[in-house]
């Protein structure tokens, strides 16, 4: 039998330990979340502004700044997730105006059925109902293959796969020919990489049929409005 | 050897974390389908392994032996974040090619593994050049991989560099008709690549000691007659 004094001590030597490393685990846990959330603080409206000129940029590459003379970000609606567009999530849809008469929107949609995973897209549709131009905005197809849908990826500089999409409308391919070559469609796939091609394609398609019938409505709401189906 | 140059020449090639210590495989095979991707996580890596071996050496005197593992992880991911926010805030164009891997060295093991067998009980100086040296170890070896996978799989090298440098573009290196190797740019690819690069390592050295041991058996003088008469 040890002694019932030793023990209470050992014991109490034991929780001391214990309640000292926690303080200590507790105290590096605060000390650091401290600097993630300060560094977070301090980078905010560099990060916001940077993703702000990111979003322009991409919006850029669809519909060109000259062609419109409203301010963009001011002039958007909200879109509820849209399974027409293959969304999940609330996206903005912006309205490109000029002197007041519309031009275009910009919206985004995404292909579900890419060969790894979900493309992300941008357009640009007219309101005549062409498509001006659609842009890859997010892909993890594999490098060096399918990822040609992506302009900085395609090995054609000259006439990137993705703009043989721009400024064509249902009225110059019909609707049912909106497909790539390989499902009888117009447009070209790369072999050995259709999936990619076919995601790409049949995604804007979609979203052009989609913003084409829309587009009356998508231009009458008024600015930062939530649009939502089946409210006619 | 100095302490340094021993440092240097551990983290270059006899401990490489990929060559020897085959640590940080998850972002190294996913990350190495062409030569500018690959580069761009290794420097990211080198940042984050000196960051992360200088304020551990700093505060190694505070942290309790028995919870040091959740605190090097805890200090680690912390560094990752900052890294990433401070990127994307001042160098927003290089994050836009970088930012994708930044998180992905949270999952790099090397990190930890340095900071647990040297940092820990190293000063400041010796630790943040031993962060250093086994990035840069990291960084010629996953550059390596990402060059021959690029080379195999598609027939260029250097594809992508225009986003980082846009001056200069990458190279086609064999002739535009090359169909291509899918299976280099695949998973199995890297690990094809890797054993080979891991062969040809474990190959020099065993050449090396070879050598060394016919030196010696040159230089020994015949034992026998070393006594004095």
Known sequence: ?232 | MSAYKEIAWNGLWKQNSILAQLLGLCPLLAVSTNFVNAASLGLATILVMMLANFAISALRALIPYEIRIPVFVLIIAALVTVVDLAFNAFLHDLYLVLGIFIPLIVTNCIVLARVEAFAAKNGLRAATFDGLMMGIGFVWVIALLGAVRELIGQGTLFSGIEMIFPTLSGIQVLPETYPGFLIAMLPPGAFFVLGLLIAGRNWLDARANQRVRENRQHEQPPAANSLPA
């Open chain 1, 1 to 232: 039998m040890s002694d019932p004094i030793q023990v209470v001590r050992q014991e109490s030597g034991v929780l001391r330990i214990a309640v000292r490393t926690a303080a200590i685990m507790l105290a590096f846990t605060l000390v650091f979340t401290a600097l993630m959330a300060g560094t977070y603080k301090a980078t905010e409206p560099l990060v916001a502004a940077s993703a702000l000129a990111e979003k322009l940029r991409l919006i850029g590459e669809v519909l060109p700044p000259p062609l419109y003379d409203n301010d963009l970000m001011a002039d958007a609606i909200t879109l509820a997730p849209q399974a027409a567009l293959g969304l999940d999530v609330e996206t903005r849809i912006w309205r490109a105006r000029k002197s007041g008469a519309p031009v275009a929107v910009v919206l985004e949609a995404a292909a579900r059925d890419g060969y790894s995973g979900r493309i992300g897209l941008i357009l640009a549709v007219g309101a005549d109902g062409r498509l001006l131009a659609v842009r890859v905005t997010a892909h993890k197809e594999t490098p060096g293959l399918g990822d040609y849908i992506d302009p900085k990826k395609d090995r054609n500089k000259a006439r990137p796969w993705i703009t043989q999409f721009s400024n064509l409308g249902f009225d110059s391919v019909p609707r049912d020919k909106w497909r790539v070559k390989k499902d009888g469609g117009r447009f070209d796939q790369m072999s050995g990489a259709t999936i990619s091609a076919r995601a790409v394609t049949n995604a804007s398609g979609r979203a052009l049929a989609w913003a084409a019938e829309n587009r009356d409505r998508l231009f009458a709401l008024p600015a930062n409005a939530r649009y939502e189906e089946s409210k006619q």
